[in-house]
């Protein structure tokens, strides 16, 4: 059986046995639309970019991020790891605050990105908390990266197929472990960061790995599957998938005791024939999610690519006053979880109630 099959948003199982066991077409007619589908979707990524950031420059994000909070300086460092015990390369980059003389070890997020991504993703994220005084630490999962949209587009099935197996889901969570571990130890940076002060985030798929990463649990052939890494204090979680093919989500998140955050839209959409979610798969991982430490921020509008760093997505007005938005609501949780208070939680729907549609914030 596999584990994030029924996990992951846009991407089908068995794509013409779905649609034709669904009764929407013969199995033929149901090949040539999946082709025609997966085609359309290529062409699409192709021209905008799953992450358009791979054409932005970190220093452009970092620049802008300085003309907006008044911090001079960011600069990041991109690091070619590799695990040995699994052979798999781990590339990631590191966003950082400029060193000063006196400056105290700095909280560290770690961020998964999305299917078809890579670490020179979200950077309007990873830039934005540099800038604040956090190291941000941006994997790339090799076995789910922008590599996907390469090479043959018929045989794009197979490599959707192949970034949702079981097998991809756990090696997910394993990149993260290890590139922690990679950079405590690092001879350079290591002592810079606080080992006490870290938490994660994720989008989509980055999200699923998040949450595995938190402790979600999933049972197979009688074995629960747990991946809790403990070092992870809290997380925010954009465009949280459900547990498709399970019916209790309550149950798997039962382990997980960190606070979080939950940001989505009300256009937070995927569709693919045979396949949908919506909106309320994300706010049902919120409502399941144990505890009162956890927040939820619903905008009106946009779409699931809006929380990547492409510009355009979701509406060329709303999306940079989302992006900002979500911006100044995860510092204020991070700030809420290391001690600093919940004024900027408290104060945050009012600075934005133009754009936001629901928000709920839990107790401490």
């Given at each position: 059986?596999?584990?994030?099959?029924p996990?992951?948003?846009?991407?089908?199982?068995?794509?013409?046995?779905?649609?034709?066991?669904?009764?929407?077409?013969?199995?033929a007619?149901?090949?040539?639309?999946?082709?025609?589908?997966?085609?359309?979707?290529?062409?699409?990524?192709?021209?905008?970019?799953?992450?358009?950031?791979?054409?932005?420059?970190?220093?452009?994000?970092?620049?802008?991020?300085?003309?907006?909070?008044?911090?001079?300086?960011?600069?990041?460092h991109?690091?070619?790891?590799?695990?040995?015990?699994r052979?798999?390369?781990?590339?990631?980059?590191?966003?950082?605050?400029?060193?000063?003389?006196?400056?105290?070890?700095?909280?560290?997020?770690?961020?998964?990105?999305?299917?078809?991504?890579?670490?020179?993703?979200?950077?309007?994220?990873?830039?934005?908390?540099a800038?604040?005084?956090?190291?941000s630490?941006?994997?790339?999962?090799?076995?789910?990266?922008?590599?996907?949209?390469?090479?043959?587009?018929?045989?794009l099935?197979?490599?959707?197929?192949?970034?949702?197996?079981?097998?991809?889901?756990?090696?997910?969570?394993?990149?993260?472990?290890?590139a922690?571990?990679?950079?405590?130890?690092?001879?350079?940076?290591?002592?810079?960061?606080d080992?006490?002060?870290?938490?994660?985030?994720?989008?989509?798929?980055g999200?699923?790995?998040?949450?595995l990463?938190?402790?979600?649990?999933?049972?197979?052939?009688?074995?629960?599957?747990?991946?809790?890494?403990?070092?992870?204090?809290?997380?925010?979680?954009?465009?949280?998938?459900?547990?498709?093919?399970?019916?209790?989500?309550?149950?798997?998140?039962?382990?997980?005791?960190?606070p979080?955050l939950?940001?989505t839209?009300?256009?937070?959409?995927?569709?693919?024939?045979?396949?949908?979610?919506?909106?309320?798969?994300?706010?049902?991982?919120?409502?399941?999610?144990?505890g009162?430490?956890?927040?939820l921020?619903?905008?009106?509008?946009?779409?699931?690519?809006?929380?990547?760093?492409?510009?355009?997505?979701?509406?060329?007005?709303?999306?940079?006053?989302?992006?900002?938005?979500?911006?100044?609501?995860?510092?204020?949780?991070?700030?809420?979880?290391?001690?600093?208070?919940?004024?900027?939680?408290?104060?945050?729907?009012?600075?934005?109630?133009?754009i936001?549609a629901?928000?709920?914030?839990?107790?401490?």
């Amino acid at each position: 059986m596999e584990l994030y099959k029924p996990l992951l948003p846009g991407v089908l199982p068995d794509p013409m046995r779905l649609l034709s066991r669904q009764g929407f077409l013969p199995t033929a007619a149901a090949a040539a639309a999946v082709f025609a589908v997966l085609l359309l979707a290529s062409a699409r990524l192709a021209a905008q970019g799953v992450e358009a950031q791979q054409n932005s420059p970190v220093v452009v994000a970092a620049t802008e991020t300085a003309r907006e909070t008044g911090v001079a300086e960011v600069v990041s460092h991109d690091y070619e790891w590799h695990d040995a015990s699994r052979d798999r390369a781990v590339p990631v980059r590191l966003y950082l605050p400029v060193a000063t003389a006196g400056r105290r070890t700095l909280p560290l997020v770690v961020f998964s990105h999305g299917i078809g991504g890579s670490r020179r993703g979200y950077s309007y994220l990873g830039a934005y908390w540099a800038s604040h005084g956090y190291a941000s630490l941006h994997l790339q999962h090799v076995g789910s990266d922008r590599s996907l949209w390469a090479g043959n587009v018929f045989n794009l099935v197979g490599r959707l197929q192949g970034a949702a197996q079981e097998e991809e889901a756990i090696a997910r969570v394993a990149d993260l472990r290890f590139a922690l571990d990679q950079l405590l130890s690092h001879p350079e940076v290591g002592q810079r960061i606080d080992p006490e002060r870290i938490v994660a985030a994720g989008h989509s798929y980055g999200a699923n790995t998040i949450l595995l990463a938190l402790g979600a649990r999933i049972e197979r052939q009688g074995r629960i599957i747990d991946l809790a890494e403990p070092r992870l204090k809290a997380a925010m979680l954009l465009s949280a998938p459900p547990f498709y093919g399970e019916t209790d989500v309550a149950r798997i998140l039962s382990g997980i005791s960190v606070p979080t955050l939950h940001i989505t839209a009300t256009e937070d959409i995927i569709r693919i024939p045979g396949y949908y979610s919506g909106a309320e798969d994300r706010i049902a991982v919120f409502e399941a999610m144990p505890g009162a430490r956890k927040v939820l921020a619903v905008f009106e509008g946009g779409s699931h690519s809006m929380f990547t760093d492409r510009a355009a997505t979701g509406g060329v007005t709303l999306n940079p006053l989302v992006k900002a938005a979500t911006r100044e609501l995860s510092l204020a949780f991070w700030q809420k979880v290391f001690g600093g208070g919940d004024a900027a939680l408290r104060d945050w729907p009012a600075r934005h109630n133009g754009i936001v549609a629901r928000y709920v914030a839990g107790g401490s």
